[in-house]
């Protein structure tokens, strides 16, 4: 079954709307999360990294005041898209690093089912 | 410099034969994990192979392997007995020493298996 959740799955909304995604590891402590953006038939483009309990670190070119992340537990991140517009129109994707399971780089990481978000 | 490059944006093969999808990567780390994932059209994300950068044997996991040359720097996936579900994208993906856990992900080749 999935280790993490991921929500909503699709948001549909109007332009200058705030969209909220949850992600939450199910059945593990995740201290660090990822988001990723991914454009229809492109790969994925890592936005930022979550870390519970600190600031997240986000990847050069991400809009920190646009993408508000939040990791608030050791179960839960959120992005926040602020005031989103038609160009913010995106698959976004969660996933959690399981520090419980496997070594090093061999370390599962799970993967949300992902949101896609359209902004009218 | 792309970290990871794969070069066949589309590929076709027969139902019940093997494919190979090719992937290499650049890093000047000397440790590192290489990674495969499958992407169905319904989005999520699953994981199907890992290979350590010290790990001698290539890695296998049922009717998926990966052949790695590391001094090519390659880590190709190999399908073997392809089956209709096999049919998705498939990202080739590294995480580096030095990257502190982040996993940079290829272009991703999509497959289309034929009956």
């Known amino acids: 079954g999935a280790v993490v959740s991921q929500h909503p799955s699709r948001v549909i909304c109007k332009s200058g709307t705030s969209v909220k995604i949850e992600c939450r590891s199910l059945?593990?402590?995740?201290?660090?999360m990822f988001w990723y953006r991914q454009f229809p038939k492109q790969s994925l483009m890592l936005m930022a990294t979550?870390?519970?309990?600190?600031?997240?670190?986000?990847e050069q070119g991400v809009e920190k005041d646009k993408f508000l992340i939040n990791h608030a537990s050791l179960t839960l991140s959120t992005l926040t898209v602020t005031s989103a517009h038609p160009e913010d129109s995106s698959f976004y994707i969660c996933?959690?690093?399981?520090?419980?399971?496997?070594?090093?780089?061999?370390?599962?990481?799970?993967f949300g089912d992902g949101t896609r978000l359209s902004i009218l | 410099a792309q970290k990871i490059t794969q070069t066949q944006p589309g590929m076709f093969v027969q139902e019940k034969e093997a494919v190979t999808l090719d992937c290499t990567y650049d890093?000047?780390?000397?440790?590192?994990?290489l990674f495969w994932y499958k992407q169905p059209s319904s989005g999520e994300m699953i994981f199907l192979i890992y290979?350590?950068?010290?790990?001698?044997q290539n890695a296998t996991e049922g009717r998926y392997s990966l052949n790695f040359q590391k001094a090519r720097k390659s880590a190709n996936l190999v399908i073997s007995a392809s089956q209709l579900g096999d049919s998705a994208m498939y990202f080739c993906?590294?995480?580096?020493?030095?990257?502190?856990?982040?996993?940079?992900f290829g272009a991703g080749t999509r497959l289309f298996v034929k009956a």
């Open positions: 993906a590294m995480r580096e020493d030095t990257g502190g856990f982040k996993t940079i």
């Open positions: 290979q350590g950068s010290y790990d001698e």
């Open positions: 996933s959690a690093r399981d520090p419980g399971r496997g070594r090093g780089f061999s370390q599962p990481q799970h």
């Open positions: 979550s870390n519970e309990g600190s600031k997240a670190t986000y």
């Open positions: 059945d593990f402590q995740a201290t660090t």
């Open positions: 890093t000047s780390d000397q440790s590192y994990g």
